[in-house]
């Protein structure tokens, strides 16, 4: 009787290994970027004030957190959605590009937030508040780098998915943007100038796509029949 063979575990497929491979590289530019710009503007003694005192009395709702934290998730989806290598390496350049931008307004901007330090000791979402504040850091607030990576890969994915999906992507988008003022991570300034941050970083994914689309429509209007699909 022979032996059973064991069964080795599949190896990722190229695709999935381009796209592990950028998510290292962005991942370690948000690091350096990202942690660099709030150790550096702890030290100025120039902090800005970007927030109206109206805002102050938004309430904090602990709940939030969750689709906050979901924000992450998001970029799970970017080796189904973006199913060629051209597609990836325009979404990361998008991603890196926002990062860079963002990490400047930082230091340009270096903005403090408003609302006191969040405290729901004794809520089971309380571990959950004290994690998001870690990873946001103090002083990264201008704009909201949450809403922008997270509005990259909304917009990017959008034109790919169906129309479902498309209005799940926008409803979820809305959701998290208004997490990170509902957990008092954020400012509405901040969330603003992150949408439009994003916004931008979601066209420079998409510009490839759309000028290879151009040469077909020429072509279908001087010849019919070119066999070019919309």
Do not use: K
Request: aromatic share 8%; with cysteine; net charge positive.
């Amino acid at each position: 009787m022979r032996p059973a063979r064991r069964r080795s575990l599949p190896y990722p497929s190229p695709h999935l290994r381009h796209f592990l491979l950028l998510a290292a590289l962005i991942a370690a530019e948000f690091g350096v970027v990202y942690y660099g710009a709030d150790w550096l503007t702890a030290r100025r003694g120039l902090h800005i004030r970007a927030y109206l005192s109206a805002e102050l009395a938004i309430p904090l709702v602990p709940v939030m957190v969750v689709p906050y934290m979901t924000m992450y998730a998001i970029f799970l989806f970017a080796p189904l959605v973006l199913r060629t290598t051209a597609d990836l390496d325009r979404c990361a350049a998008a991603l890196a590009g926002v990062i860079a931008i963002a990490g400047l307004a930082f230091l340009l901007l270096p903005a403090e937030p408003g609302f006191a330090p969040v405290s729901t000791a004794g809520s089971i979402w309380d571990p959950w508040l004290r994690l998001a504040t870690a990873l946001s850091r103090r002083y990264n607030l201008v704009p909201s780098l949450h809403v922008a990576l997270f509005t990259v890969a909304a917009a990017t994915y959008a034109p790919r998915v169906s129309g479902g999906l498309r209005v799940l992507l926008g409803a979820w988008l809305a959701i998290v943007a208004a997490s990170t003022v509902l957990t008092h991570q954020h400012h509405l300034l901040d969330v603003a100038s992150g949408l439009a941050l994003g916004a931008c970083g979601a066209r420079l994914a998409g510009t490839e796509r759309a000028t290879a689309r151009a040469p077909c429509a020429t072509t279908v209007l001087s010849r019919e029949g070119s066999g070019c699909s919309p």
